[in-house]
């Protein structure tokens, strides 16, 4: 990923980062029994950030993660 970087001086003071990211899912746990759709569960992503994701979520898909909340924002599909 490029990030844009302020420099001053020559030297780096700032690093603009994204408001949003894609990462592939590392490893998840695995899905809840029936009617338990609407809990989480852990995920670890390939960057090694542990977030919590929808039970439809698995290992291998790639999903959005707002960067400073560290949240799960949706899967991306495709």
Do not use: C, W
Not at 7 to 22: I, Q, S, T, Y
Not at 26 to 46: S, W
């Amino acid at each position: 990923m490029r990030l844009p970087v302020e420099l001053v001086a020559g030297e780096p003071v700032a690093v603009a980062f994204p408001e949003m990211v894609e990462v592939r899912v590392a490893e998840t746990a695995a899905p809840a029994h029936q009617g338990q759709e609407g809990t989480l569960k852990p995920a670890r992503l390939g960057n090694g950030l542990e977030i919590t994701v929808p039970q439809f979520v698995r290992t291998g898909d790639r999903v959005r993660v707002h960067v400073d909340s560290r949240r799960y924002l949706d899967r991306v599909r495709g």
